[in-house]
């Protein structure tokens, strides 16, 4: 087992870690990960969503065993500055025509795209326009995974009648991680670097976060330490093994987390009972992360 998350090696911390990644432009996100892989010197990494070769920001990268936690993030929202280039002089109506597009909305995926381009609905939770500029907008959107920006653009654009496309795009939110403390491939070689060759694991820490962090927001129960060896050899989560919860917003079918009682994750599951019980399975194992 894992020990508490702020008191892992260096070693450990990569091996079950997350960089909140800047990504640059250029490369394709798989790339970049590979790279992370690579410099960490892992057998593995995932990102956390998709980005476009020319987008740039927010992109969280799994390290290791965090890797099988990847799910966590297939629905989380993501929020993105876009430059909306406009075909002709901003309408004075601009504002009021973009705040329209807030809710759900239809959109086909473009010809370009991994998925079947079939019409289908997405939520925009919030679109603001931050500052206008003769024919240029800045908007600042938060919408659901899979929400095409560059579609969104364009429809926008049709909307105001003068036509539009996408400028550069941003990331600055996936889930829970923002573009507050992002780190660079750069930051993260220094800091790889000054740890093997110094031995000062400081930088590293501050590159490299517990992968505990991906599962924050997720509702949570606390398992004891024999219940959770048996987790790692793949029992489902037993009422009996249940010591506390933190399940305020879950309902049964909910992705739930489960950690020992010094914060270690143990796995990621599907929460099936009621912990209250004196018996019977409470998650169905979606995951092991031990």
Not at 26 to 33: I, R
Not at 45 to 61: E, M, N, Q, R
Not at 70 to 81: E, G, P
Not at 229 to 235: Q, V
């Amino acid at each position: 087992m894992r020990g508490p998350p702020t008191e892992r090696s260096p070693a450990d911390l990569l091996s079950f870690g997350v960089v909140n990644l800047d990504k640059p432009p250029g490369p394709s996100a798989h790339q970049v990960a590979a790279w992370v892989r690579d410099l960490a010197g892992v057998d593995r990494a995932a990102h956390a969503g998709t980005l476009d070769p020319k987008v740039t920001g927010c992109l969280p990268i799994l390290l290791g065993d965090a890797t099988r936690a990847a799910q966590v993030f297939d629905d989380s929202r993501k929020a993105y500055v876009a430059v909306l280039e406009l075909h002709g002089p901003a309408p004075a109506d601009l504002e009021g025509t973009v705040a329209a597009f807030e809710g759900e909305i239809y959109q086909k995926p473009p010809r370009k795209s991994a998925v079947r381009r079939r019409l289908r609905t997405r939520t925009i939770h919030a679109l603001d326009v931050l500052e206008v500029e003769k024919r240029k907008a800045l908007l600042r959107v938060e919408c659901e995974a899979g929400t095409y920006i560059r579609k969104l653009c364009h429809d926008v654009g049709l909307a105001l009648g003068t036509g539009a496309h996408m400028g550069h795009l941003r990331r600055v939110g996936t889930g829970r991680f923002d573009d507050t403390d992002l780190v660079t491939l750069h930051d993260l070689a220094d800091a790889l670097a000054f740890q093997r060759e110094d031995g000062d694991d400081s930088w590293l820490r501050e590159a490299v976060d517990p992968a505990e962090r991906a599962l924050e927001g997720l509702p949570s129960l606390t398992v004891a330490p024999s219940a959770a060896t048996e987790i790692a050899h793949g029992a489902p989560v037993y009422a009996p093994g249940i010591l506390d919860t933190d399940l305020a917003d879950a309902d049964r079918g909910s992705l739930v987390a489960c950690y020992t009682p010094d914060g270690a994750a143990v796995c990621i599951g599907t929460l099936v009972g009621d912990p209250d019980a004196e018996s019977g399975t409470v998650v169905d194992l979606e995951r092991v992360l031990v």
